[in-house]
T-cell receptor, first 112, second 112 residues
Framework: GNSVTQMEGPVTLSEEAFLTINCTYTATGYPSLFWYVQYPGEGLQLLLK?????DKGSNKGFEATYRKETTSFHLEKGSVQVSDSAVYFCALSDDNTDKLIFGTGTRLQVFP | GAGVSQSPSNKVTEKGKDVELRCDPISGHTALYWYRQSLGQGLEFLIYFQGNSAPDKSGLPSDRFSAERTGGSVSTLTIQRTQQEDSAVYLC??????????FGPGTRLTVL
């Protein structure tokens, strides 16, 4: 079945450091790929998405490119801020129902 | 309303009791999803509604779990004879068909 694997956290960085959170997937068909973010005390919200191979999703300085050849959707940001501290979830959507299948989440902690 | 709302925000119950969790989706959203977020299992899909019918119930962990949706709007997730392993945050999301899922704040269920 479909699944998502993402790197375990926590990831601890200093402000302005470069961020990569790895995500790989297994899927039949052609799912859409997502990154969701959960800030402390807040609900889950969509950060970015890509719907087909080679698409790049971007938002708030974060980027991820849908790589079909490596079945990956790694999240990157060139310069993190303290306010980026949160839990990040990689996910794919089922072709038929659009239900989301999530990775285990990666906690990012950014220190000044 | 402006977003997805869920009630109660917190529920503490004793093992063996039944609980009902409520989700009010964004007005006009035809698709509704329930997910569960727990320490051991991460974020997992439970059930999907399209209108009032549930074409995908594959994530419900046991027959103690059931859900319904009425009037194409409000949904109730019922857990009978709760067990300690049911303790989790239960998330509801809604969307237009094929669109972005918007998540509610969740109900934190604690089974003593």
């Amino acid at each position: 079945g479909n699944s998502v694997t993402q790197m375990e956290g926590p990831v601890t960085l200093s402000e302005e450091a470069f961020l990569t959170i790895n995500c790989t997937y297994t899927a039949t068909g052609y799912p859409s790929l997502f990154w969701y973010v959960q800030y402390p005390g807040e609900g889950l919200q969509l950060l970015l998405k890509a719907t087909k191979a080679d698409d790049k999703g971007s938002n708030k300085g974060f980027e991820a490119t849908y790589r079909k050849e490596t079945t990956s959707f790694h999240l990157e940001k060139g310069s993190v801020q303290v306010s980026d501290s949160a839990v990040y979830f990689c996910a794919l959507s089922d072709d038929n129902t659009d239900k989301l299948i999530f990775g285990t989440g990666t906690r990012l902690q950014v220190f000044p | 309303g402006a977003g997805v709302s869920q009630s109660p925000s917190n529920k503490v119950t004793e093992k063996g009791k039944d609980v009902e969790l409520r989700c009010d989706p964004i007005s006009g959203h035809t698709a509704l999803y329930w997910y569960r977020q727990s320490l051991g299992q991460g974020l997992e899909f439970l059930i999907y509604f399209q209108g009032n019918s549930a074409p995908d119930k594959s994530g419900l962990p046991s027959d103690r779990f059931s859900a319904e949706r009425t009037g194409g709007s409000v949904s109730t997730l019922t857990i009978q004879r709760t067990q300690q392993e049911d303790s989790a945050v239960y998330l509801c999301a809604s969307s237009l068909q094929g669109g972005e899922q918007f998540f509610g704040p969740g109900t934190r269920l604690t089974v003593l």
